[in-house]
């Protein structure tokens, strides 16, 4: 069992091992739920978990549907609306860690899931927009991607920036942060099925490990601009057989998210 | 004694949503009241501006119906499934160009935009200020969303409009022939949505005495004063869920996917469940008490509270 693991569960377990140490996190549904989920069992057993949909200290008993499951609900430390929630917990500053995903991601970790395609009234293709991204990139301390990684995501220019990363590279990023008052510091960690990215003193994306089995011509492959690879680049390594367990017994067994 | 407010699903929506109306039927994820969008659908109302953070199945369904002129909204998606194929026929180019449809008009936020827009439209603001928006796109895609200075030296914040829907329906566990009503699980920003809105529908799921709302006024989110028309519809949030009462119906969700993304299907779909049906309770026999019995959750009581008598 803990030789052979999938590509979606090695980004689970990746993605839970970077919350080790972290308090307060905004979770989305599918693979953050599971990782945040997972890093409550196993480094970050303090974690708390919140939802956009208005809940402080969910204790969800099954895997949520959707972002408004009613069983993040069920036993949960408050219940907010959702004025209090982006208010009073994250443009007041208390979310240590937020989890985006992205259809296009730049090497600033600048974010689009508005659209597809150069005309914004006429698009290509229609993504779902902002709901709580925007300011989830500006107002949690941090910002952990969780997403797969190919040619069409990993791109020179996305077409729409609907979420900040380090809008105009390090130093300048952090200038207009501090101008504008946000809470974040910024995107952090990405975790995709290849490997896994921090950020350089350029506020760039650097390759700092690689997936077991993955490649750095692959890696190459599926990004569209010369990526930054650290100089002592690691194996990642694999999932653990009790990783797998609480992936596979308890958080998804269904296997809807991880298979 | 407040003046009793109970019609029925047909009166209140013939007498209070007009052609050309915004309308707000929120909910985030939970207790949106899709009997409501249906009768809608079923009467036929025209050129209607739908609000809503989350536009869900619900406004696909009513675009797909061609009640709908313009959607102000924050994030667009069947949530954990997928696009929402009614609303993008009328938005992506190749699909216009297929069809031949007008373009839907949009107009864009992040949720803390949209629950702002209501606070200010609640409390009767000429706007509301956050610290969102910063170095993206969203407010050259809508220029509504301004930045505007502190008049206290402190930097910038954008600022977003009030929303002042003309009617805001909302869905509900539980309400008073007055109209107060009393919401418990997820909040979302229907109370935001109904204070600031011109007309308010609420909808229930059971008609209770005064006195069991007066037993526990911290749960009264809405009062009756704000309420013109209750409407008591069991299941009237179907397909999605009411906390204590039913959980939300997936496979609804999962099948709307390959019927939204059909143009004949839609409307074979409307004719066949919302045109071809006279309300909630034939919706309810067609769909089924087995498949209703399976979305009843267990129980999970919540302590009770001692407000103490003081005479």
């Avoid at chain 1, 190919?150 to 979420?163: H, N």
């Avoid at chain 1, 946000?182 to 099925?193: A, E, F, H, Y």
């Avoid at chain 2, 805001?168 to 229907?190: K, S, Y």
Wanted: proline letters at 6%; charged letters at 25%.
């Amino acid at each position: 069992m803990t030789d052979a693991f999938t590509k979606s569960e090695m980004m689970i377990v990746a993605a839970a091992r970077e919350l080790a140490g972290q308090r307060v996190c905004f979770v989305g549904v599918g693979l953050p739920n599971i990782a945040v989920n997972l890093a409550k069992r196993t480094v970050a057993p303090d974690l708390e978990l919140v939802y956009e949909a208005g809940v402080f200290g969910s204790r969800p008993a099954r895997l949520p549907l959707s972002i408004g499951d009613p069983t993040i609900v069920t036993g949960a430390t408050a219940v907010t609306s959702m004025f209090e929630l982006f208010a009073f917990y994250l443009q007041r500053g208390l979310i240590d860690v937020g989890f985006l995903g992205a259809a296009q991601i730049d090497r600033f970790g600048n974010i689009n899931t508005t659209v597809i395609g150069d005309d914004y009234e006429r698009p290509t293709t229609r993504l779902p927009g902002s709901g709580g991204a925007c300011e989830i990139a500006i107002n949690a301390r941090q910002v952990f991607v969780i997403m797969r990684q190919s040619a069409r995501s990993f791109v020179e220019r996305i077409d729409f920036r609907t979420s900040p990363g380090n809008p105009g590279g390090g130093a300048d990023a952090a200038r207009r942060r501090r101008d504008q008052g946000w809470n974040g510091s910024g995107p952090t960690v990405i975790v995709t099925d290849l490997g896994i990215y921090h950020f350089d003193e350029r506020g760039e994306m650097r390759l700092d490990s690689l997936h077991p089995d993955a490649t750095i011509e692959h890696v190459r492959q599926t990004v569209g601009w010369k990526m930054a690879v650290a100089p002592e680049l690691r194996t990642t390594p694999p999932p653990t057989a009790e990783e797998l367990r609480l992936i596979r017994v308890e958080l998804d067994p269904g296997g809807v998210y991880s298979r | 004694m407040t003046t009793p407010k109970v019609t029925s699903m047909h009166d209140a929506i013939a007498e209070l949503v007009r052609d050309g109306d915004t309308v707000a039927i929120e909910g985030f994820t939970h207790l949106i009241c899709f009997a409501a969008g249906h009768e809608i659908i079923r009467q036929r109302k025209r050129d209607l501006t739908l609000a809503r953070l989350t536009p869900d199945l619900i406004y696909d369904q009513m675009v797909a119906a061609g009640v709908a002129r313009k959607l102000i909204f924050s994030w667009l998606g069947n949530p954990g499934v997928g696009g929402l194929h009614a609303i993008r026929r009328r938005i992506e180019t190749e699909e216009l160009a297929r069809s031949g449809e007008t373009p839907l008009e949009l107009e864009e936020y992040s949720h803390f935009g949209m629950v702002g827009r209501y606070t200010a439209g609640a409390a009767r603001l000429p706007f509301f200020p956050l610290r969102s928006y910063f170095e993206t796109d969203l407010p050259r895609a809508n220029p509504l969303i301004r930045l505007v200075e502190s008049p206290y030296g402190d930097g910038p914040v954008y600022a977003v409009p009030p929303l002042r829907p003309d009617v805001t329906i909302v869905h509900a566990q539980r309400a008073d022939a007055g109209g107060n009503t009393q919401v418990w699980g997820l909040l979302g920003c229907q109370k935001e949505a109904a204070f600031a809105a011109e007309r308010v529908v609420v909808v229930v799921e059971e008609l209770v005495d005064e006195s069991v709302i007066r037993a526990d006024p911290n749960r009264t989110i809405i009062p009756g004063l704000i309420v013109d028309a209750v409407v008591v519809e069991p299941w009237g949030a179907h397909p999605s869920y009411v906390q204590g009462a039913y959980d939300r119906d997936n496979r609804f969700y999962l099948d709307w996917d390959p019927i939204s993304r059909d143009q004949a299907a839609s409307a074979a779909w409307l004719d066949e469940w919302v045109h071809g049906l006279d309300g909630r309770a034939a919706y309810l026999e067609k769909l089924g008490a087995d498949r209703i019995a399976s979305l009843r959750p267990g129980p999970a009581p919540s302590g009770q509270v001692d407000y103490g008598a003081y005479r």
